[in-house]
């Protein structure tokens, strides 16, 4: 089983936060406790947290996808094992599943309303955003979304002026849409 992660890591150049850093890391941890009861394995994974690196992740990843791979695909199954490198590969790539996709979004939209000191000073507004909330669909963000333009002259008062309310809703429809 041979993967070949250099183009993954040519990609690591890119800028990343520190949150997204953090993020990738968290997820490799989580997806590396399915093979981290075992001896064989644990060593390795305890060098990468460690290190506490996506660097250090990556040589974990292409260490199980080399010097380890004949035990992994006995611990796993060929196949499986296959699915795993790639899949840990993918994670410290920061390619999301669409599900993780769509819950990270609608994290990131609910921090965004919470955090938002002039929502809860609206009855109206605040009440749409808890609505939205509660719902937690992606249709009930975009749909928050229309209704705060619907409410745009109540969105200006509460913002004070027309260009700080204009920049509410690009910074929202930015979450949404999951724009940098």
């Known amino acids: 089983m041979k993967f070949n992660n250099e183009d993954c890591i040519n990609n690591m150049n890119e800028e990343l936060t520190e ?10 941890r989580a997806h590396l406790a399915e093979i981290g009861s075992s001896k064989t394995f644990r060593k390795a994974i305890e060098e990468a947290e460690k290190i506490n690196t996506l660097e250090g992740f990556w040589e974990l990843q292409d260490k199980l996808s080399r010097e380890l791979s004949e035990h992994l695909m006995n611990y796993m199954g060929s196949s499986d094992a296959t699915a795993f490198c790639i899949r840990l590969a993918e994670i410290l790539n920061g390619i999301e599943t669409p599900e993780e996709k769509w819950y990270r979004i609608r994290e990131n939209i609910k921090e965004f309303l919470k955090t938002d000191e002039d929502i809860p000073k609206s ?21 928050l979304l229309k209704e705060f333009r619907k409410k745009y002259d109540e969105l200006v008062k509460l913002k004070k002026t027309e260009e700080d309310a204009n920049n509410f809703l690009a910074r929202m429809t930015g979450v949404i849409y999951d724009k940098k």
């Not at 949150?19 to 490799?28: C, F, L, W």
């Open 123 to 143: 009855e109206t507004l605040k009440k749409l955003a808890d609505e939205a909330i509660e719902e937690d669909t992606m249709d009930g963000y975009y749909n």
């Open 19 to 28: 949150k997204e850093i953090n993020r990738r890391i968290e997820k490799a």
